[in-house]
């Protein structure tokens, strides 16, 4: 059964800093998701990853595949506050089968 | 474009008894899912559907859980009896591609389940 592992679960970083999360997947997958979810709401997508050694940016986040090492990172630069979040990544299994992460909860100190 | 719709945005229920929750996703999207997150894990996909068939519902409790997509649009979700370990969040999400199309989907809200 496909699994898929985030680390870190918890992240505190101070403003200003550069961290990078890290999503592992235990089997072949072409495809992988980020989203991210505030505390008390739902889940916002952030990027999809469709192909080995796709690269995406969006301000201050870049997430990229490596699907031969079956991993994704999520790089985070020059963190603010309004990251604080938890990040979720999630791959398909098989045809169908969206898997998720366990979550890296992200809080940015002033 | 509105959104993902979800009711109710709570429920507080005692064990044994029956809930329903409802969604209405985003006009055109043709794949629904419905996800179970529990308090500090991530979303579980329970059952998914193209139009108004099941794609996949493999990790449904099916002796308890039961959901259903009328004519392709809304979709319910119902647990009966409900146990302590449903306590969750229930996440719907819609896509406008068929399953597994590699594009992302749209959650709605959820809706927070207590059972005492």
């Known amino acids: 059964e496909l699994k898929v592992e985030q680390n870190p679960l918890f992240l505190s970083m101070q403003e200003g800093k550069n961290y990078t999360i890290y999503c592992n997947y235990s089997?072949?997958?072409?495809?992988l998701y980020w989203y991210r979810q505030d505390p008390g709401k739902s889940l916002e997508s952030l990027f999809v990853l469709l192909s080995n050694g796709a690269v995406k940016q969006e301000g201050r986040l870049m997430a990229s595949l490596d699907t031969k090492a079956r991993l994704s990172t999520l790089h985070i630069t020059a963190a603010v506050h309004d990251l604080s979040a938890t990040y979720f990544c999630?791959?398909?299994?098989?045809?169908?089968?969206?898997?998720f992460g366990t979550g890296t909860r992200l809080k940015v100190l002033a | 474009e509105a959104g993902v719709a979800q009711s109710p945005r709570y429920k507080i229920i005692e064990k044994r008894q029956s809930v329903a929750f409802w969604c209405n996703p985003i006009?055109?999207?043709?794949?629904l899912y419905w996800y179970q997150q529990i308090l500090g894990q991530g979303p579980k996909l329970l059952i998914q559907f193209q139009n108004n068939g099941v794609v996949d519902d493999s990790q449904l409790p099916k002796d308890r859980f039961s959901a259903e997509r009328l004519k392709g649009v809304d979709s319910t979700l119902k647990i009966q009896p409900a146990k302590l370990e449903d306590s969750a969040v229930y996440l719907c999400?819609?896509?406008?591609?068929?399953?597994?199309?590699?594009?992302?989907?749209?959650f709605g809200p959820g809706t927070r389940l207590l059972v005492l």
């Open positions: 999630a791959v398909i299994s098989g045809t169908y089968k969206y898997i």
């Open positions: 999400a819609s896509s406008p591609y068929p399953a597994g199309g590699g594009e992302t989907q749209y």
């Open positions: 089997t072949t997958s072409d495809r």
């Open positions: 006009s055109g999207h043709a794949t």
